[in-house]
């Protein structure tokens, strides 16, 4: 049986070796590869009669070209690539006229050169008042000394790694809707704004310089990732409804840093020396990681239902936050400012900090809710209670200069749990007119009274070292006992 396994398998490799064919090649292989003309004809556009391009293609300079007429270079047929090949296109009377006048309706490509001394650079626009071009790309352009747009495109459009410099009209680069930038910088855009780009946009690593009006103008529901403004002459940012931002800064607007509409989400941008707030928005925003130093009006300016979480608000003129009803703030910190955080009413503020300011650190109004913070060193009240049902629990007052948590005029307050060091009056009062309730509150070593109160419930308090410990008139308090040996379960403490 072995034997005639191993004959069967020589028998098998003799017949493959039989099988084969001669090895030697019949001779060189013939060329395959074709050139780049084969593969996409390229017509230089100095054989383009009036440089009017009327058919698809694609098109390049060979040489740099100087216009003294109303167009430099037409196109009217859509699929059209024009490469400028590095080479300039001048305006040899001086900023008149358009370099490039696009009026074809999609796929247009102008890429990799220079445009200069015009009224606009590329404009792509229909005699219907509309715009026509849709999914056009501009990649690689540097276009300057303009005095009306640097770039005007329709929806759809990608602009990429496109510099413009002097460009003095409504805007550097217009885009209209669902369109992206990518990688460009607009500088001495003196007569409007850098970009201004209808819905949908979306802008990634881009910067304005010296815009004449807003750095950035751009419609709802749009994206900014890691772009900046510089010395706008208004705003930094102005961006409309349900639009969201990253990573961006706003440094030196003469107006408002980033001024948001309604639904607006930024996180981990930066507003610094605006002339008037670091960022203001309309209903509906949420901030997180963001900072606003140095502006000067209010750090953050914020409408109704805003979520602020660990952000900074320092070296403003007015309040570091300012928010408007039923807004929440957490772990947030404001420091060095006119006043520190506002919330209006039903909002919450939890978390936060609160330090030398030159006013209130914390000042809430009606139905709010202010737990575990803290508020040290501020040149008027830690706390300000300013209306009514709100709460005040396991927050640090401390070392600030009046009182370290005052009640204004409210009734139903609830004050609990909390340690006041250090302050004028640990707990005080003005115009109260009932039912405030205090209880378990530490006040120590604060030079005036330790709780002053009048009209309330005060139970289960201690007050050690103050220079009048209790001040209590009227309302329900605990007896005030000296040793905790036989005191009844409501009573405060003094010693």
Partial sequence: MRATRIATGVVCLASIAF?????????????????????????????????????????YLSD????????????????VTLDLNGFKILHAGGQSGKAIYVSATRNITIKNGSIQEFEDGVYMYGSDGLYPTQGARLENLNISRCTGYGLFVGSMSK????????????????????SSIQNCTTDNSSGGHGFQLLSGARVFNCSAVNSGTDGFDLGANSILQNCISQSSTSNGFLIAENSSLSHC????????????LSGAKAVDCNAINSGADGFKAESNSAFQACSATGNSENGFDLSSNAKVIKCTAVYNEGYGFFLGNSSIVRECMARENFGGI?????????????????WAGIKIINNCILRSSVCEGNSHRGILVDGSRCVVENCTVSENKEDGILIWGGDRNR??????????????????????????????????????????VVVRNTAIGNGTNYNLTGGHAGSIETSPSGAGATDNFSY
């Fill in 64 to 79: 740099n070209l100087v216009v003294s007429n109303s167009i430099g270079i037409s196109i009217g047929a859509s699929d």
């Fill in 342 to 358: 506002y919330a209006g009413s039903d909002s919450i503020v939890q978390d936060c900090i609160a330090r030398n300011n030159e």
């Fill in 249 to 260: 800064k706003a440094s030196d607007s003469a107006n408002i840093g980033f001024s948001l």
């Fill in 159 to 178: 602009v990429i790694n496109c510099h413009f410099t002097e460009v003095r009209g409504a805007a550097a680069v217009f885009a209209a809707a669902n």
């Fill in 415 to 456: 004050i609990i749990g909390n340690h006041c060091c250090g302050n004028k009056d640990g707990i005080d009062y003005v115009n109260v007119p009932h039912d405030n309730f205090l209880d378990g509150n530490t006040v120590m070593n604060n030079s005036g009274y330790g709780i002053c109160f009048i009209n309330g």
């Fill in 19 to 59: 099988g084969q064919g001669s090895l030697t090649p019949p001779g060189a292989p013939s060329g395959t590869m074709k050139t780049l003309q084969q593969v996409e004809p390229r017509i230089d556009l100095a054989t383009v009669a009036g440089l009017q391009i009327t058919q698809s293609g694609s098109y």
